[in-house]
């Protein structure tokens, strides 16, 4: 173990956003799972891409469109070196939500019938869920789920027991869930998946800006996350693929850009990744991305985890001696990712988060996009507190203060 | 005194009026507030042109719970055609304290079921 010393971050004055006060008191940032704060590096790369190199990219001749060409795809060979991936295979998107329906329709869709099996989990986030749900509704497939159990995690035998029963074609599920903190082993689940011939789709949203995340030594066959999370800009999202897979896929939006050659009734399509980037791609935002992920390499993931885990273990620990206080998720002394969703007897969520704002404190209240979890946990909403890098010790500290008072206000 | 947590908005918070289910009832309508999942439903039973008894159920907020509780006692007794006419101002009023763009569908929860058990329109009330 690293001492306190050497594995805590102090980045703060990285974030330009820290310097703005709320009825003179300091931003106490505690929603990090929802979107992450930008740091200067991040804003000042956006706003030089957009000064400086602006142009549409893959049509022009002159030198600025070579500009900006090149900015685009260098932010992408960047974007796929942090995860581990190959930047043919990465694919630029919305977020991440467009990226598991590009990978629900392209491929699911055309392999999907009847007697076939998707399967995902109780924990996931509305984007994993519903587009499955539509795809299996239209193609006549079965949606099944995976438990989460008294921890909040999965079941490898459950796992295996479905996948024995042999129609299993997809198995989609969250990386580190956004309600519960969970860590799924992906490496584990993809093995079994694939021995049982089931490609794998990973909603790694809240998983890239927290922890080291190498898709190919994951092993999963489609990897989905979204920029805004990982200190990058909203409106880009990335899909990594298993090449043979996205080669062997229809286009998923087609248009500009994602063509070989059209003629009046017949289009061959472009070479990976643009066959699905159909018209102009998110190009400042992909160089925005960029930034975002040349500054979290530079602080290494490994920190980053570290400092976070340190930091969700103290939260956890001092919300536990918050009389009312129940957590949900994995116990103290399991792995979790940075964040902890909690209930406070005689308090809604929503109020929670109402007197938490009032003292600067910024939670998140309600069902996080994940509706059948929340009738699986017996709650109707949380509350969540979910860290990122510019997080420290005084945040938790505010956030415990600002409970006791906001407890104070409902006479607990 | 908090301006939002009022003690008459707590105390209609941790006890509710009209809280509970009715049977029989002629009326009844279930709403979910997007927002957050919470679930608010009504029963209503009618004496000729106006509401004889209500009772509402389900879980919210603070602000959500009492705007049912505080609403429910001016609606007993009300003519049916009264209630269609009723809006957001009306339920805010009544509620009585500053209710913020963010909080406003938890104020108003109440009302739009209510007027959809009533009309059968379920559009939010503006």
Known sequence: MPSVAESRLSVRADFPIFERRFGGAPLIYLDSGATAQKPRAVIEALAAHLAEHNANIHRGVYPLAQEADAAFESARDRIAAFTGAEPKATIFTKNATEAINLVARSYGAARLGPGDAVLITQMEHHANLVPWQQICRERGAELRYLEVDEHGELSLAQLDAELARGDVRIVAFAHVSNVLGTINPVAEIAARARAARAVTLVDGAQAVPQMPVDVQALGADFYAWTGHKAVGPTGIGVLHGRRELLDAMDPFLTGGDMIASVSQLETTWNELPFKFEAGTPPIAEAVGLAAAVDYLSGLGMERVREHERELTELMLARLAEVPGVRAVGPPAGRERGALVSFTVEGMHPHDIAELLGREGVCVRAGHHCAQPLMRCLGVAATARASLGVYNEESDVDALVAALAKGQKVFGI | ?126
């Open chain 2, 1 to 126: 005194m908090d301006d939002l947590y009022r003690d008459y908005i707590l105390e209609h918070y941790k006890r509710p009026r009209n809280f509970g289910e009715l049977e029989p009832h002629d009326l009844e309508a279930l709403e979910h507030n997007p927002l957050c999942g919470d679930e608010l439903g009504v029963h209503i039973r009618v004496d000729g042109d106006h509401i004889e008894e209500i009772r509402f159920h389900g879980h919210g907020c603070a602000i959500s719970q009492a705007a049912a509780s505080i609403a429910s006692e001016e609606l007993k007794g009300m003519k049916l055609e009264e209630v269609g006419e009723l809006d957001a101002d009306w339920m805010i009023e009544l509620l009585g304290i500053p209710v913020s763009a963010t909080r406003r569908k938890c104020a108003l929860l109440n009302l739009k079921v209510v007027r959809g058990a009533v009309t059968g329109d379920n559009g939010w009330p503006t």
